[in-house]
T-cell receptor, first 113, second 111 residues
Framework: NAGVTQTPKFQVLKTGQSMTLQCAQDMNHNSMYWYRQDPGMGLRLIYYSASEGTTDKGEVPNGYNVSRLNKREFSLRLESAAPSQTSVYFC????????????FGDGTRLSIL | EDQVTQSPEALRLQEGESSSLNCSYTVSGLRGLFWYRQDPGKGPEFLFTLYSAGEEKEKERLKATLTKKESFLHITAPKPEDSATYLCAVQGPGSARQLTFGSGTQLTVLP
């Protein structure tokens, strides 16, 4: 059971470079999310997609864009990476937005020099 | 603004020594409180959802309880494999229905 799959697992970028983090889920979930996790802080929501065709900003959206490619896939793009975006990024999915547990991938560890 | 505070930040137990982790929350209209376990280098793994005060859920050595202001994760006779960071999150009303996470309790169980 794959669940939520994220690629790549690790990435090092230089300031100003761009990249896209990929996420796919095989649980037929409607809602998908992107979080970042920084030391000493809780997981913070960057963007979410309630259902295929919709995306909305979360708590910390600045510097990021997202695309809900289809029901399974939700990508996160950094257009011009900054050192402050060094973090671990997690993708999650749930059956619906409300009252449902979110299931997480194993993360992408991103370092920006 | 929803807030979640977990305590202690870190806890070291001997194998078999039972204890509790605390999650205090502030949210107007709780939709759900979620407990997760996170191992190093992995994503959070879902454990429990609690919806209303007085509710309890159990899974093996773990038992989660909920009041109107806090939740406890009780660990009975822990084993070394229970070592992990335990995260608490709340979901309030509103269109986003987003989760607000605490910073976690890092549990170490010594053999």
């Amino acid at each position: 059971n794959a669940g939520v799959t994220q690629t790549p697992k690790f990435q090092v970028l230089k300031t100003g470079q761009s990249m896209t983090l990929q996420c796919a889920q095989d649980m037929n979930h409607n809602s998908m999310y992107w979080y970042r996790q920084d030391p000493g802080m809780g997981l913070r929501l960057i963007y979410y997609s309630a259902s295929e065709g919709t995306t909305d900003k979360g708590e910390v959206p600045n510097g990021y864009n997202v695309s809900r490619l289809n029901k399974r896939e939700f990508s996160l793009r950094l257009e011009s990476a900054a050192p402050s975006q060094t973090s671990v990024y997690f993708c999650a999915s749930s059956e619906a937005l409300s009252n449902q547990p979110q299931h997480f991938g194993d993360g992408t560890r991103l370092s920006i020099l | 603004e929803d807030q979640v505070t977990q305590s202690p930040e870190a806890l070291r137990l001997q194998e078999g020594e039972s204890s509790s982790l605390n999650c205090s929350y502030t949210v107007s209209g709780l939709r759900g409180l979620f407990w997760y376990r996170q191992d190093p280098g992995k994503g959070p793994e879902f454990l429990f959802t609690l919806y209303s005060a007085g509710e309890e859920k159990e899974k093996e050595r773990l038992k989660a309880t909920l009041t109107k202001k806090e939740s406890f994760l009780h660990i009975t006779a822990p084993k070394p494999e229970d070592s992990a960071t335990y995260l608490c999150a709340v979901q309030g009303p509103g269109s986003a229905r987003q989760l607000t996470f605490g910073s976690g309790t890092q549990l170490t169980v010594l053999p």
